[in-house]
């Protein structure tokens, strides 16, 4: 069964400050990793995805990268601002159950002006 | 083009009840997830529907059904409410039942059971 593990569970820190969120699934045969965005109360708001081939995606200031074989991914912000403020979600989906994707329990990040 | 579309946007109900959530695809869209998220959780997935048929189903009780219908929407239904039940439930749809295409989601729908 694929389980998803995102780390830190919620961090907070200056406006302007890089950060780095951690993501970690325990089944490598996934077809891409997804990175959403959701603030509070909200649906979930794709930022990033990266298919299994790929070693990394960039938009703007946010950058993930994937290493399918240790199973890991992190999501890279580059100077954070408090509108970046949100939880971020991590999501696999895997290579034999179609659409279904299977989440972390995301980030809660909170950058202070 | 509208995106996913839910109704209601929030609804109280009390336990024992039941509760029907509404969920629009993008159009051209012919499959339809739907994914349970309590608070401080990641979503967990629930059903997903690809022409009409139940294509994947999560670990959830049987009081959990769902139809798609020929339009290509979708409905929730949850019997016999229970507190445990209060949740964002959240639909995405994509063009087709398979891994290849990308989901888009709806804004959820809050349901408060009390």
């Known amino acids: 069964k694929q389980e998803v593990t995102q780390i830190p569970a919620a961090l907070s820190v200056p406006e302007g400050e890089n950060l780095v969120l951690n993501c970690s699934f325990t089944?490598?045969?996934?077809?891409?990793l997804q990175w959403f965005r959701q603030d509070p109360g909200k649906g979930l708001t794709s930022l990033l995805l990266i298919q299994s081939s790929q070693r990394e995606q960039t938009s703007g200031r946010l950058n993930a990268s994937l290493d399918k074989s240790s199973g890991r991914s992190t999501l890279y912000i580059a100077a954070s601002q408090p509108g970046d403020s949100a939880t971020y979600l991590c999501a696999v989906k895997e290579e034999t159950s179609g659409s279904r994707l299977t989440f972390g329990e995301g980030t809660q990040l909170t950058v202070n002006p | 083009d509208a995106g996913v579309t839910q109704s209601p946007t929030h609804l109280i109900k009390t336990r024992g009840q039941h509760v029907t959530l509404r969920c629009s695809p993008i159009?051209?869209?012919?499959?339809v997830s739907w994914y349970q998220q309590v608070l401080g959780q990641g979503p967990q997935f629930i059903f997903q529907?690809?022409?009409?048929?139940?294509?994947g189903r999560g670990n959830f009780p049987d009081r959990f059904s769902a139809r798609q219908f020929p339009n290509y929407s979708s409905e929730l239904n949850v019997n016999a409410l229970l507190l445990g039940d209060s949740a964002l439930y959240l639909c995405?749809?994509?063009?087709?039942?398979?891994?290849?295409?990308?989901?888009?989601f709806g804004p959820g729908t809050r349901l408060t059971v009390t």
């Open positions: 089944d490598s045969a996934i077809y891409n």
């Open positions: 995405a749809s994509s063009p087709t039942g398979g891994p290849i295409h990308e989901q888009y």
């Open positions: 529907y690809y022409e009409k048929e139940e294509r």
């Open positions: 159009s051209g869209h012919k499959s």
